[in-house]
């Protein structure tokens, strides 16, 4: 775990928005992730940088038990072409905590790293917080997965 800087990006993919009360983030986030899947979203992205993928967490009405925005997309080279059933954004330059996950995506990995996030005592923004799910989470039995958490 350490801090670095990371400068600005801008990412296009589908969006929801949903609260971690009363576990609607374990519904509705799982359900994001099926229809990106099924509507082949990741192949419809335009100016792809790569295909990495990131799961942003943004637009927080305070913090993260409360309402917010999850994105899941791909990194664009701009937000130009906007497709009309997708959702663009612009991920300012800021300083981010960066916590690595390894193991078995099933076994809840990624919930268990945030469960200790939520714990933790760290100066958060709450701007906008994302997972990279990149080369190495291609196999979710053996996953490794980077989530960067905005910083004051």
Known sequence: ????????????GIAIRTSNQDSQAAKDIPALWARF?????????????????YCVYTEYEKDHTLPYTTLLGCKVAH???????????????????????????EAGIVYDAWMNIWEADLPRAFSADFEVYGENAQNPEQAKVDIFIALQ
């Not at 775990?1 to 990412?11: A, G, V």
């Not at 899947?37 to 993928?53: G, T, V």
């Open 79 to 105: 937000l130009d072409d906007v497709p009309e059933d997708m959702d663009g954004i612009r991920i300012e330059e800021n300083v981010y905590h960066h916590v690595e996950v390894e193991g078995n995506l």
């Open 37 to 53: 899947f099924e509507n082949d979203i990741m192949n419809r992205i335009p100016n792809k940088i790569s295909n990495a993928l």
């Open 1 to 12: 775990m350490k801090n670095r800087s990371i400068p600005s990006f801008n990412i296009i």
